[in-house]
T-cell receptor, first 115, second 115 residues
Framework: AQSVTQPDIHITVSEGASLELRCNYS??????LFWYVQSPGQGLQLLLK??????LVQGIKGFEAEFKRSQSSFNLRKPSVHWSDAAEYFC?????????????FGTGTRLTIIP | EPEVTQTPSHQVTQMGQEVILRCVPI?????FYWYRQILGQKVEFLVS????????KSEIFDDQFSVERPDGSNFTLKIRSTKLEDSAMYFC?????????????FGPGTRLTVL
């Protein structure tokens, strides 16, 4: 069965510093991977997704993620964080038994930004 | 930009009562989903819905749960007899297609509190 692990429950970063959020997946076939962000009181917003091709994908808000098959990882990065990036970040993998895709999420990483 | 909306934002109910959570998916989308997130835990898939029938459901989605698309715009989740453990944030999502490459767009969620 598919699963997603986000090892870091909470990360604190200074504004302007670089960021890397870790995500490891377990999936038997070619994974379809996603990063979502959830700001307080908001729904889950898609940051980026990986299906195939270039293993470095660019997303919204200056985020990027790199797919590494050998490490079963899909880590999210940003070179310089802004205070508005404080939120909960979820990694997910798409899977399906019957064709309608469902998402399996990790437990999330809460990002705190300090001035 | 089109978005998924959910009502109410917060629902408080007594154990054993029925609740209906409402969602308005993006208007030209065909695939609909419910997920839930118990406080401090991961977002979990409940059910997917297409062409007026359930496509897939998780083991969480037992006989106490049902979904319906009563008209051309609403998508509802009903819990017949709520339990304390049903307390969670419930997210509705929709996508234009049911493939892994089709982005699921999430609503802001309904926080259900069962007393």
């Amino acid at each position: 069965a598919q699963s997603v692990t986000q090892p870091d429950i909470h990360i604190t970063v200074s504004e302007g510093a670089s960021l890397e959020l870790r995500c490891n997946y377990s999936y038997g076939a070619t994974p379809y991977l996603f990063w979502y962000v959830q700001s307080p009181g908001q729904g889950l917003q898609l940051l980026l997704k990986y299906f195939s091709g270039d293993t470095l994908v660019q997303g919204i808000k200056g985020f990027e993620a790199e797919f590494k098959r050998s490490q079963s990882s899909f880590n999210l990065r940003k070179p310089s964080v802004h205070w508005s990036d404080a939120a909960e970040y979820f990694c997910a993998v798409a899977s399906s038994n019957f064709g309608n895709e469902k998402l399996t999420f990790g437990t999330g990483t809460r990002l705190t930004i300090i001035p | 930009e089109p978005e998924v909306t959910q009502t109410p934002s917060h629902q408080v109910t007594q154990m054993g009562q029925e609740v209906i959570l409402r969602c308005v998916p993006i208007s030209n989308h065909l695939y609909f989903y419910w997920y839930r997130q118990i406080l401090g835990q991961k977002v979990e898939f409940l059910v997917s819905f297409y062409n007026n029938e359930i496509s897939e459901k998780s083991e969480i989605f037992d006989d106490q749960f049902s979904v319906e698309r009563p008209d051309g715009s609403n998508f509802t989740l009903k819990i017949r007899s709520t339990k304390l453990e049903d307390s969670a944030m419930y997210f509705c999502a929709s996508s234009g297609g049911g493939r892994k490459t089709d982005t699921q767009y999430f609503g802001p969620g309904t926080r259900l509190t069962v007393l």
